[in-house]
C-alpha cells in the first residue's frame, strides 16, 4: 500500500499521486491519500486514487507534531510499502519523527522514484545540484518527501469519490493552549504573490538581498531566489523558486541578476509579466522576458528605492 499525503497545493499532490500510480501498477499496489484536519476539505479534489482519508483531530486546525504524528502511526501497519510527503515545514517534521518512530528509511527532497528489479529507487540532486545522487531503501515502510516529482501517469480526477473519515479522540498534548494569536502575515507566500521581486547570485551579496526585501516592501510584494541564494543563505527555502523550489504564478516576477536556467524557468515561466535585469544580454533568461533591462541589478534596486522614497517623503 502506498501513502501520499494531502497538501493544500493541489499541484503538489497531483504530482505525488501520479507518482504514487506510477508505482502501484509495478508493485501491484493501492494507493490511498491522507488528509488530516479539515482545514484541507477544500483541496481534497477527487483525485485519482483508491481511498481518501481525512483524519480529523479534535482541535480542528491547530499543528501539533505529537499529534499529527501519533494519528499517522495509528493507521499504519505491515501492509504500508511506501509514504509520500509534500516536503513542506509541517511534512518534513513529520516524516523525520516517523523515519524514527518507525526505524524506517527516510529520503528527503527526491525528484523522482522508480522500480527497477522489484526494488524501489529514489534519486535526489547533490554536490550543490551538479549531480544525482540514487539511493535504494532498507527497512519498509519507505518515507520520502519530495517537492515534486517527475510522473508519467495521467492522474484524472475521480467524479464521485467517497472520503472516509477517522476521528481521533484519544489524543493529548502535552501541554496546554492557553491562547490563540493569529498575526497578519504582511508578506505573501510566494505562491500567493501578486509581485515577486526575485534575486540571483547576479546580486552578489546578503546586503544586496536586504535592500531587495525593502524594495519588496514598497509594492508590498514578496522576495524570492534562485537555489544558490538559498544555498548561501540570502533567501529561505521557502522562498526558492523553481524545479525543487516553489512553481509560482504572480502577476509581475522581476528578476533580479538570475540566468535563466531551466530549472528555475520552470518555476517562474507562467507569471503574467516577467521584468529581467541582467547585465550580461546574452542570459538565458531574457528569452522569457516581456518587458527587458540590461544593467546592474543592484544600481536598478538602489535607484529604485531612492526614488520610491523620495515620492513617499514629498
Ligand atoms: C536537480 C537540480 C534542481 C535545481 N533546482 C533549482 C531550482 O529549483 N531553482 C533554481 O533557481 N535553480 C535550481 N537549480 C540550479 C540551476 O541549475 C542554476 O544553477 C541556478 O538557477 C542559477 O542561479 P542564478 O541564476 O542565481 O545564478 P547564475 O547562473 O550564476 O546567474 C547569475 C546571473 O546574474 C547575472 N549577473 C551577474 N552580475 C550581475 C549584476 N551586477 N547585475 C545584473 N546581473 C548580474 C549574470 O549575468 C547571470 O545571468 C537546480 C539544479 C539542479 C541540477
Redesign the pocket.
Known amino acids: 500500500m502506498i501513502y501520499v499525503l494531502g497538501d493544500k497545493n493541489i499541484k503538489s499532490n497531483i504530482a505525488l499521486i501520479g507518482k504514487a500510480n506510477e508505482l502501484a501498477k509495478k508493485f501491484d499496489n493501492i494507493v490511498k491519500i491522507i488528509f488530516i484536519d479539515d482545514k484541507v476539505r477544500d483541496y481534497q479534489k477527487g483525485y485519482k486514487v483508491d481511498e481518501t482519508i481525512l483524519i480529523k483531530t479534535r482541535e480542528g486546525n491547530l499543528y501539533d507534531y505529537e499529534i499529527y504524528s501519533k494519528n499517522l502511526l495509528s493507521i499504519i501497519d505491515e501492509k504500508v510499502d511506501l509514504i509520500i510527503f509534500p516536503s513542506n515545514e509541517v511534512y518534513r517534521e513529520i516524516a523525520a519523527i516517523l523515519s524514527i518512530r518507525l526505524n524506517s528509511t527516510l529520503l528527503t527532497e527526491a ?1 523522482d522514484l522508480r522500480v527497477e528489479e522489484n526494488k524501489l529507487i529514489g534519486m535526489r ?1 547533490s554536490i550543490g ?2 549531480s ?1 545522487s540514487e539511493f535504494t531503501f532498507k527497512d519498509r515502510p519507505y518515507l520520502i518527501t519530495s517537492k515534486s516529482l517527475v510522473y508519467s501517469d495521467e492522474s484524472t480526477k475521480l467524479e464521485n469519490y467517497n472520503i472516509d473519515e477517522i476521528n481521533i479522540n484519544n489524543e493529548k498534548r502535552a501541554y496546554d493552549i492557553e491562547e490563540v494569536i493569529n498575526f497578519e502575515q504582511k508578506v505573501k507566500d510566494i505562491k500567493d504573490a501578486d509581485i515577486i521581486f526575485a534575486g ?5 551579496g546578503e546586503e544586496n538581498f536586504k535592500e531587495l526585501r525593502k524594495l519588496a516592501s514598497f509594492y508590498n510584494g514578496s522576495v524570492a ?5 538559498v544555498d548561501q543563505g540570502y533567501i529561505k527555502v521557502t522562498e ?6 516553489s512553481f509560482v504564478k504572480p502577476n509581475v516576477y522581476l528578476a ?9 524557468i ?2 517562474m515561466k507562467d507569471s503574467k509579466k516577467i521584468i529581467v ?4 544580454k546574452s ?1 538565458n ?1 531574457f528569452k522569457f522576458a516581456d518587458y527587458a533591462i540590461v ?4 544600481s536598478i534596486i538602489r535607484n529604485m528605492i531612492n526614488i520610491l522614497q523620495r515620492e513617499a517623503n514629498s
Open positions: 525528484t540532486p545540484g551538479d544525482f540571483g547570485r547576479g546580486l552578489l531566489g534562485s537555489r544558490p541564494t526558492q523558486v523553481g524545479q525543487t523550489g533580479f541578476g538570475i540566468s535563466g536556467a531551466i530549472q528555475h520552470a518555476g535585469i541582467n547585465n550580461n542570459s533568461i544593467a546592474d541589478a543592484n
